[in-house]
């Protein structure tokens, strides 16, 4: 079984978390079905360290050469990636890696670029998402304060709560925060016609792995695809 890992490994808590997750999978791989691990990566320190633990790097387009990935990417509120062309380079560089690989399995952190370019390039894959907080819809029914941004942040909690309760759940996933436009815009010019209207929609998974304890949400509420981990 061929699996792929792909997250922003400029980033240490996710590089880090996408190792751990590596090595526990080698290590309880039956016997009779190796894995083949990979690691997508753009450069960055981490680089070493996968290779040191024995798996594979498969360097994808383009190389992120500042120190700090949000730079690169032209982050801005509601945009993990700010600037389209950037968007649409990164899409293609993860499509094409997808395509020369053929992976079974594809395993993604919080980089929407994965999934996205996981439905262009072999839809037959299966999608894990791991990810530190538990992104779908049933999540913002969960959500009980307004952004910081957001003049309303400033009322009392409870206050904010009880106006939170009374907002349908397509409002909420109409959120400025939630949205990442130029990244739905780079994949519709790059030819993908489904719905990209939020983050939710972004990040479908067959399963979700959240990095947090299950006793902060109603973890019961969640389908069987979302998975209460721990850190």
Same mark, same amino acid.
Do not use: W
């Given at each position: ?5 792909? !997250?922003?490994?400029? #980033? ?15 290590r ?6 190796p ?11 981490f ?15 383009p ?7 949000? #730079? ?24 094409? &890696? ?6 079974d399995?594809?395993v993604?952190?919080?980089?929407? &670029?994965? !999934? ?6 072999c ?18 029914q969960? &959500? ?28 909420? @996933? ?22 990209? #209207? ?8 067959? @399963?979700?792995?959240?990095? #947090?304890?299950?006793?902060?949400y ?7 695809? &979302? ?5």
């Open positions: 079984m061929k699996i792929l890992i792909s !997250t922003i490994f400029q #980033d240490a808590g996710e590089a880090t978390r996408a190792l751990r997750m590596a090595g526990i999978i080698r309880y791989a039956p016997v009779d079905k894995v083949d691990i990979a690691f997508v990566s753009r450069g960055g320190g680089n070493q360290l996968a290779e040191d633990s024995g798996f594979r790097i498969i360097s994808a387009k190389h992120i050469t500042h120190a700090n990935f949000h #730079d690169e990417f032209h982050t801005a509120f509601g945009d993990l990636i700010g600037d389209l062309q950037v968007a649409k380079a990164l899409l293609q560089g993860e499509i094409e &890696v997808y395509k020369h690989e053929s992976p399995v594809i993604n952190g919080f980089f929407p &670029v994965s !999934t996205i370019a996981r439905r262009m390039a839809s037959s894959a299966i999608g894990i998402s791991f990810l530190p907080l538990p992104l779908v819809r049933r999540f913002t969960e &959500v009980t304060r307004f952004p910081e941004e957001s003049a309303l942040s400033r009322l009392p909690e409870g206050i904010q709560g009880a106006i939170m309760r009374h907002i349908p759940t397509k409002a909420k @996933c109409a959120n400025p925060a939630l949205r990442h436009r130029t990244l739905a815009r780079a994949a519709h010019e790059l030819g993908y016609s489904e719905k990209l #209207d939020n983050i939710f929609d972004m990040l479908s998974s067959r @399963c979700y792995l959240i990095n #947090d304890y299950s006793i902060f109603g973890a019961d509420s969640y389908g069987e695809n &979302v998975v209460f981990t721990g850190p």
